[in-house]
């Protein structure tokens, strides 16, 4: 399958691969790890090559079972305050990986920030550089040094996407130490929401890197209480602007005003200081969706923008929901020109000609009591027309769409990491992710016939969908030990995440894709997962028998992949 894949790229892009691959063959290969062997030096990315973004877990050896206090920030349980409003649970795990995870069954919020490495391997998977992100393991990097780290075991992090131009790589991430906890569900700065049970505070941040490895971070305090997804940097000339996606909240009461306006669409402006000198203010937001624009009834406020996915094509902004219990799961766009997407028009195709937003959503009211009633008005975002409606609570035909990808404007790729659902015994435990079970989880290729988009089919051979897998050195058997599931440990493949693409000159598109995985683990989203290809006929209508995923490259022990994208200064085919 490999070889078909190469036979397909064909053009610039096979031109550039043919002469990495020669260089390759002159030299050993070692899989991507923390320092591994590199063709070049380790702040260069060539165009033509892929990105991948990855976590490697650090023990920092600051949780002690029975010992440590979880949340941070939390109050002890003291006989003079027998009931306090953040009470204190007891670690049962300590820090070692993965059973550290097992301390989510005590902290719901829990969490600890990790490295992250932007590993750079030609479309083959042959590895050639890894460039680690600066953090406050390194030597060098003191409070006051430009810094980012991801949460491990988030699984929703560390999209990768390239700039407008093609010349600028983005992500999300915090401003953080290394192996702090509960970071993801920790309020930023300046929009706390006092219900919120982890104390501490945390900026999050963007991150932007340049062809020659150059980083440049934007503080922000969107996504209090939660975590950003994905940013992508408008710079065409006049923008110079930054969308974002992730969520908000983790209060247990009525989220202030502040925190449903941090959550969601948002748009900043780069900054051009080191971290140390920025002064964000309150979160912008570009877009708003409310259930209410279809008919339904209005739901917990601020939870229908829980977006994932983010992709510009043809002057559009898009977003994916795929996760909550709240709003519609499904593919959005932002409508810039208040004629499609209104208050009480849920559905819609995009204007043609239509220009990208480059400032925030102007809200008609900034009344804390009106926004916590109604949410972000008006609403300028909707459904793309033949999409899912259904209310993500809906018992059954629920889809969950993560990274999107336009072929054409009339192909759209949808991953879907599945509902992540597993049996109720250890007998059963991986048939709810197979896809028998789980039908929407793989790619899915819509076809937009003039009127509305269609799924035309979901690609999932070759994904072994609820097949578990081994890792060396990564536990086997049952997770029953201390805080444990009771079950497997090996994680199998449910679905998709992240995905980027490229269409050659034939009319075959190949398709990267970051794997989303269930286990027996304490948090599934520490699973060891892997990085897929496909290549799949544009201009297919059918389910293709022939087609099927290859797998690229697989995490090792301790490590996790979340986004993959093309190097910057890659053009578009």
């Known amino acids: 399958m490999i070889l078909n894949v190469q036979r397909r790229l064909g053009g610039r892009l096979a031109a550039w691969m043919l ?32 990105v991948v973004s990855r976590s490697v877990y650090t023990d920092g050896n600051n949780i002690t079972a029975g010992v440590t206090n979880l949340p941070p920030g939390c109050t002890p349980v003291t006989a003079e305050n027998p009931t306090p409003a953040d009470p204190c649970a007891l670690a049962v795990t300590s820090s ?111 991150a932007q890197i340049k062809t020659l490895g150059s980083f440049g971070f934007t503080l922000t305090n969107a996504f209090s209480g939660d975590n950003g997804r994905a940013a992508l940097l408008n710079d065409q000339p006049g923008a110079g602007v930054v969308y974002m996606a992730g969520n908000a909240g983790n209060g247990t009461g009525k989220q202030p005003a502040g925190i449903i ?28 969706f409310n259930v209410t624009q279809l008919g339904d009834k209005i739901d917990k406020v601020g939870k229908d923008t829980n977006f994932r996915g983010i992709t510009v094509f043809n002057n559009v902004l898009y977003y994916t929901k795929g996760s909550g219990g709240n709003g ?143 890792v060396p050195g990564y536990p086997t058997g049952l997770n029953d030990g201390p805080g444990g599931t009771g079950f497997p440990w090996a994680p199998a493949t449910a679905g998709l995440r ?21 286990s027996g683990s304490g948090d599934q989203g520490a699973d060891p997962n892997r990085l897929v290809a496909i290549t799949d006929q544009v201009s297919a209508t059918t389910l293709p028998a022939q087609e099927g995923f290859i797998t690229l490259k697989t995490a090792g022990n301790g490590e996790v992949l979340r986004g993959v994208a093309f190097t910057p200064g890659t053009p578009k085919f």
């Open 19 to 50: 002469l990495a691959a020669a260089l390759i063959a002159a030299t050993p290969v070692a899989r991507a790890q923390e320092n591994p062997i590199s063709l070049f030096p380790g702040n260069l990315f060539i165009p033509g090559n892929l």
């Open 328 to 470: 519609v799961n499904t593919v959005y766009f932002v409508d810039t020109t208040g004629t499609v997407c209104t208050n009480t028009t849920g559905v819609g195709l995009p204007v043609a000609g239509a220009a990208l937003p480059t400032s925030p959503l102007v809200l008609s009211s900034t009344d804390p009591a009106t926004i916590q009633a109604n949410g972000l008005q008006p609403d300028n975002m909707c459904i793309l027309n033949g999409f899912p409606t259904l209310l993500a609570k809906s018992t059954s035909g629920v889809s969950f769409p993560f990274g999107i990808w336009f072929a054409s404007p009339t192909v759209l790729y949808v991953a879907d990491e599945g509902n992540g659902n597993t049996g109720t015994t250890v007998a059963d435990f991986y048939t709810a992710a197979t896809a028998a079970q789980n039908p929407t989880a793989g790619l899915q290729k819509w076809i937009f016939n003039g009127t509305e988009w269609q799924l035309a089919y979901t690609l999932t051979n070759g994904l072994n969908l609820g097949v578990p897998y081994i």
């Open 498 to 518: 992240n995905i980027t693409g490229t269409v050659d000159f034939n009319g075959t598109a190949t398709i990267f894709a970051i794997t989303s995985t269930i």
């Open 261 to 288: 306006l941090s959550t969601g669409a948002q748009i900043l402006t780069p900054a051009n200081e080191p971290e140390a000198e920025q002064t964000p203010g309150a979160p912008t937001a570009v877009g708003s």
């Open 96 to 206: 070692a990986y993965p059973y550290v995870f097992n301390n989510d069954t005590v902290d719901g919020s829990f969490g600890v920030t990790s490295k992250i490495y932007l590993d750079q391997i030609t479309v083959f998977g042959f590895p050639l550089t890894s460039l680690e992100v600066p953090n406050s393991s390194q030597p060098s990097v003191t409070a006051t040094s430009d810094q980012a780290v991801t949460s491990f075991s988030s699984k929703s992090e560390l999209a990768l996407n390239l700039s407008l131009d093609d010349q600028t790589l983005t992500f999300m991430a915090y401003h953080a130490p290394v192996s702090a906890i509960d970071v993801s569900n920790s309020n930023t700065p300046a929009e706390v929401d006092p219900t919120n049970p982890v104390g501490p505070a945390y900026y999050r941040s963007v």
